[in-house]
């Protein structure tokens, strides 16, 4: 069995999704992540309101498939 390296993880990905679907991915991943580390560095803290409980209750609820994601 051949070992698992990351050209061989990239290979396979590329394979799976096409190459020019797989870069674009990756492009854009990165470009969010700087984008969210620019943001980060500006404000110089994390509003931590955005990522409570209650706001995801209130997008769930506001979803289609809400039924299916309620506790």
């Given amino acids: 069995m051949q070992d698992l390296t990351f050209t061989t993880l990239i ?3 590329e394979e799976i ?6 870069w674009a991915m990756v492009v854009a991943a990165l470009i969010v992540t700087a984008l969210y580390l620019f943001v ?8 931590w309101k955005n990522f409570s409980g209650h706001s995801f209750r209130c997008l769930s609820e506001r979803l289609p ?3 299916l994601f309620r506790a």
């Avoid at 999704?17 to 797989?22: A, N, P």
């Avoid at 980060?40 to 509003?47: E, F, G, N, T």
């Fill in 17 to 22: 999704f096409g190459r020019g679907l797989f």
């Fill in 11 to 13: 290979a396979v990905f």
């Fill in 65 to 67: 498939l809400c039924c």
């Fill in 40 to 47: 980060l560095i500006r404000d110089r803290a994390v509003s």
